[in-house]
């Protein structure tokens, strides 16, 4: 069985800073896309940023100059430090991962949700 447990959320004024982690736990061959996902009351669930094994990142828009996405591999946790935060960032955010278990065949992986953290950012 395989865990995601994200850490970090809360409720900051607007133009602070918060960092989000996520651990990945269990039965764990390897790790591949590693992502944050956000959503706010009303909204639809949309990715906020991702990174590969290998670090290639990308994000969205509305993020991209404030947040930084980073993983350490040995420990199979994700960050997401959330800088100049904006009321617009209030949201639940989600860890998701692509994870191989030992026995599976490269190639082969199911894809996870953590439970989520809130961030509320006040103006």
């Known amino acids: 069985q395989v865990q995601l447990v994200e850490s970090g959320g809360g409720f900051v004024q607007a133009g602070g800073s918060l960092r989000l982690s996520c651990a990945a736990s269990?039965?764990?061959?390897?790790?591949?896309?590693m992502n944050w996902y956000r959503q706010a009351p009303g909204k639809q669930r949309e990715l906020v940023a991702g990174?590969?094994?290998?670090?290639?990142?990308n994000y969205a828009d509305s993020v991209k100059g404030r947040f930084a996405i980073s993983r350490d591999n040995a420990k199979n946790i994700v960050y997401l430090q959330m800088n100049s935060l904006k009321p617009e960032d209030t949201a639940v955010y989600y860890c998701?991962?692509?994870?191989?278990?030992?026995?599976?065949?490269?190639?082969?992986?199911?894809?996870?949700w953590g439970q989520g953290t809130q961030v509320t950012v006040s103006s």
């Open positions: 998701n991962a692509d994870i191989r278990e030992p026995s599976w065949a490269w190639g082969r992986q199911r894809n996870y």
């Open positions: 269990g039965n764990i061959g390897s790790v591949n896309a």
């Open positions: 990174i590969l094994s290998d670090s290639r990142t």
